[in-house]
């Protein structure tokens, strides 16, 4: 079975910190994406990466930068937390030969104060 | 550009009866259609999916969903709905591109009643 882990389940941060999330799929995928998950608003997708040092922005990037040096890991960053982006904050993993079944991971609740 | 619309926010069926949850897309090709599910506090799985091929699929957990094209619909079925199928439910429509940059739509929350 695909894993996808993400660092922490929850997360309470304070404005103006910076904020790493981490994430690891065990399966060789080499498309991974970050979504942020809100009431009423379904996913939006916040960045993605088809392979190592690549990533595109999604629909929601402001605020949010990504980092992706190894092909099973990939980083959100928060450069400056405000208190919009508490969220839930979900990574997902995908094949190129199957790029749109995607596996997620349990998902991190930040709450930035 | 693709989109889902999920018409129901929220559904109550009771234990043991059938449940139908409906899912629109727009999408100007043949789409890639998905159902995934949420429980409390988890991230999403996936129950099935839709490529080509036969229209009714089968998923896991006893779901399955229709493609009707004539109609842009992708509903998702389940003939005796239990106690732990309460979560959230998401379909998704892909484009097969490189990036698989699906869109999601905003979710039917089921609940079950004893």
């Known amino acids: 079975d695909v894993k996808v882990t993400q660092s922490s389940r929850y997360l309470v941060k304070r404005t103006g910190e910076k904020v790493f999330l981490e994430c690891v799929q065990d399966m060789d995928h080499e498309n991974m994406f970050w979504y942020r998950q809100d009431p009423g608003l379904g996913l939006r997708l916040i960045y993605f990466s088809y392979d190592v040092k690549m990533k595109e922005k999604g629909d929601i990037p402001e605020g949010y930068s990504v980092s992706r040096e190894k092909k099973e890991r990939f980083s959100l960053i928060l450069e400056s937390a405000s208190t919009n982006q508490t969220s839930m904050y979900l990574c997902?993993?995908?094949?190129?030969?199957?790029?749109?079944?995607?596996?997620f991971g349990p998902g991190t609740r930040l709450t930035v104060l | 550009a693709q989109s889902v619309t999920q018409p129901d926010i929220h559904i109550t069926v009771s234990e043991g009866a059938s449940l139908e949850l409906r899912c629109n897309y727009s999408y100007g090709a043949t789409p890639y259609l998905f159902w995934y599910v949420q429980s409390p506090g988890q991230g999403l799985q996936l129950l099935l999916k839709y490529f080509s091929g036969d229209t009714l699929v089968q998923g896991i957990k006893g779901f399955e969903a229709e493609f009707k094209r004539s109609q842009s619909s992708f509903n998702l079925r389940k003939p005796s709905v239990h106690w732990s199928d309460a979560a959230e439910y998401f379909c998704?429509?892909?484009?097969?591109?490189?990036?698989?940059?699906?869109?999601f739509g905003d979710g039917t929350t089921l609940t079950v009643k004893p």
């Open positions: 998704a429509v892909g484009a097969n591109t490189n990036a698989g940059k699906s869109t």
């Open positions: 997902a993993s995908s094949l190129v030969a199957a790029p749109d079944t995607q596996y």
